[in-house]
């Protein structure tokens, strides 16, 4: 076994002590029946769940994939769109991009901060371990894209060990990132790789945190030895691809992203980035504002748009294909839930468009 496996079980069997109060690993049965079949009611009844977002509470393999596709596993703590509800043999099963997932894996993504709350607060007066609590609500935070209250709630899980865990020292760093705490950001992910050097997750978030820095050649080292350690790390590609594009690279970007969707085609991330460099590099072969648009579009609907990042993608499109009327609106809407430190770069997307002009590369 490498030193990089025993790590990472290590580090998984670190997880699971810690979320052992209630938020074990859960497989839907081999032999489940996917929401399309043999509906025991019709389809027509809302059990409460289309049309809304949910978020697992558990890691999940979804009991039937997307189309064709072989099922991809789902995290605890994705969030997703619900398109259709059966009740097949007494189980309540959601049609999702991800997949079909169980309505008992899952959460109402309105209320989950609610029941977690509700939960945290039973498990003190029951002097039970609090530490998954705060680790659930940190993700509900993060997704809620209140990153500095979410890195408050690693702080509170990690408060509850004898020592450090290195995924929660992750977990905190990427909200640091997002929150624009970059150093202590970077510290975290120094700390995680101290206790588990060989935690790939830690290094290609150091590499995420170097490249917000513009050290894009400190970056591309750290995502690199990621990627020797572990070639099947999806997040490791994205990341660097960001990195090639930064540097004037697209052609290197664009084979990072097709590589992170082969590993994982789930990812709305990458739709969004493969999104914007066909939008905004006006050169064959990348320029292609239909597909971006296309692309664009699907990584909106991924989380109901409520990503800035990704409305700002599709205004770009949008203005790429000639509308620059729907462009403005977008981008109007884009800026409403944009942090104060990025809104600068929004804004002046959106005077572009006012003037009806395309955004592109190094502009």
Request: proline share 6%; charged share 25%.
């Amino acid at each position: 076994m490498s030193a990089h496996s025993l790590t990472a079980r290590i580090i998984c069997l670190a997880l699971l002590l810690l979320l052992a109060s209630g938020v074990a690993r859960a497989q839907p049965s081999a032999n489940a029946t996917p929401a399309a079949a043999k509906p025991d009611e019709p389809a027509a009844k809302n059990h409460g769940y289309r049309g809304k977002l949910i978020i697992t509470r558990v890691d999940v393999t979804p009991a039937y994939g997307q189309a064709a596709e072989k099922p991809q596993p789902v995290p605890v703590g994705t969030v997703l769109l619900v398109r259709e509800e059966r009740l097949v043999d007494g189980e309540l099963y959601l049609q999702t991009m991800g997949g079909v997932l169980r309505a008992r894996d899952v959460l109402l993504f309105e209320r989950a901060m609610e029941i977690f709350s509700a939960e945290l607060e039973a498990a003190e007066a029951a002097k039970k371990p609090l530490g998954s609590y705060y680790y659930l609500r940190g993700i509900i935070f993060f997704k809620q894209g209140e990153f500095d209250r979410a890195a408050d709630e690693y702080t509170q899980s990690l408060a509850t060990l004898e020592k450090p865990n290195p995924l929660l020292l992750n977990a905190r760093a990427e909200a640091r990132i997002e929150a624009g705490s970059l150093a202590d950001a970077l510290q975290d992910c120094d700390d995680a790789l101290a206790l588990a050097p060989a935690y790939v997750p830690a290094r290609v978030t150091r590499g995420w945190a170097l490249y917000e820095q513009r050290k894009y050649d400190a970056a591309l080292v750290e995502l690199e030895k990621a990627i020797a350690a572990d070639p099947q790390f999806a997040k490791a590609y994205l990341i660097r691809s960001w990195v090639h594009d930064a540097r004037g690279k697209p052609e290197l970007a664009k084979a990072d992203l097709e590589k992170t969707l082969q590993l994982d085609p789930l990812s709305a991330a990458a739709r969004n980035s493969l999104a914007w460099l066909t939008a905004t590099v006006p050169t064959a072969p990348f320029y292609n504002p239909a597909g971006a648009l296309k692309l664009a579009r699907a990584a909106c609907e991924w989380d109901a748009y409520r990503s800035y990042q990704f409305l700002d993608t599709l205004a770009v499109a949008q203005a790429a294909t000639g509308d620059y009327a729907t462009a403005v609106a977008t981008q109007t809407e884009a800026l409403k839930i944009t942090p104060p430190r990025k809104q600068g770069e929004l804004k002046a997307r959106l005077a572009l468009y006012q003037e009806k002009k395309p955004f592109r590369a190094g502009m």
